[in-house]
């Protein structure tokens, strides 16, 4: 009797596995292929968040009754509690962050979790605060002039 010969390997067998990324088994690439579609959207939707806080975040400070400028620099005074922070535009290109001066007029709660003692502000609310700040300096101004 004759031994069955070996079956000669043909171009036409594949592994299942040829046409999968590095590490992917066939049992999973059902599931890679949908993280991969979630991981795509989930980015997507981060870009599109991003490019729209900007402009809501203005338009809720009071963008177009304020310059960016004077948004940043109602927001450094209001947290500060110092009427004298400007922000600087433009900024020097090599400068320090904005923030590492080392102000030491905040108000603020320090330890675990920081406790902000400025007040949370409203819709347009910049806009009301940065008009009685000029009422102010020019009250103070009109005060010293008239002495």
């Known amino acids: 009797m004759t031994s069955p010969s070996p079956k000669p390997a043909s171009t036409e067998d594949k592994d299942p596995a040829d046409g999968l990324p590095p590490g992917t088994t066939p049992y999973y690439a059902n599931m890679h292929k949908w993280i991969k579609r979630a991981v795509l959207v989930c980015l997507v939707a981060l870009v599109i ?3 729209f806080t900007l402009p809501f975040m203005a338009i ?3 963008y177009p009754t304020l ?3 004077q948004i940043c620099s109602e927001l450094l005074k209001v947290r500060y509690s110092d009427d004298t922070l400007e922000c600087k535009f433009p900024y020097p290109p090599l400068g ?3 923030g590492a001066q080392g102000k030491a007029t ?3 709660q320090w330890g ?3 406790i902000p003692k ?3 502000l409203g819709f347009r609310e910049l806009v009301r605060i ?3 700040r000029l009422a102010r300096q020019a009250a103070g101004q009109q005060g010293a002039t008239s002495r």
Request: no cysteine; glycine share 8%.
């Open 96 to 98: 320090p962050p904005e």
């Open 130 to 132: 940065h008009e009685q």
């Open 106 to 108: 905040a108000q603020d």
């Open 118 to 120: 400025y007040h949370r």
């Open 60 to 62: 809720y400070y009071g």
């Open 67 to 69: 310059s960016l400028t």
């Open 49 to 51: 968040e991003g490019a």
């Open 112 to 114: 675990i979790q920081p």
